[in-house]
């Protein structure tokens, strides 16, 4: 592959946007940090991003509501969904939507990576 897989992070929290960015850069990824769903949806680029990493809960449209946004047009990257906020019931609604995972944070570095690679295969078989 001649580029890097772009990886959208959406988190309202910036130490997070951060952190997450610096993991990603440093494991080859283009990482793209969003403040918030509505910030992500504004980019023009969005058919670019490989796979996005998602709070569930966050101002204004949550996680949640962004998957169902996306899946309402029809198709998106695989979502990865962080929270501190771990429920039966969000989780399987995440889930039902089509999240390629749900992650507690603090997120485990190891856990992030490998559920990346997994998604970015996915995305990458032929449909």
Do not use: W
Request: charged share 20%.
């Amino acid at each position: 592959m001649s580029h890097s897989p772009v990886i959208a992070v959406i988190d309202d929290d910036q130490a997070i946007r951060e952190a997450l960015e610096d993991l990603l850069s440093s494991l080859g990824y283009s990482a793209l940090p969003f403040a918030s769903a509505e910030e992500f949806l504004a980019f023009p680029g969005r058919s670019a991003v490989a796979c996005m990493v998602v709070d569930v809960r966050m101002g204004g449209m949550t996680g949640l509501d962004l998957q169902a946004l996306l899946n309402a047009q029809g198709g998106s990257s695989p979502m990865i969904f962080m929270t501190s906020y771990t429920d039966a019931a969000t989780r399987s609604k995440a889930l039902a939507g089509g999240a390629h995972g749900f992650l507690e944070k603090p997120v485990d570095a190891e856990v992030l990576i490998g559920c990346l690679a997994s998604a970015l295969r996915r995305e990458a078989r032929p449909s």
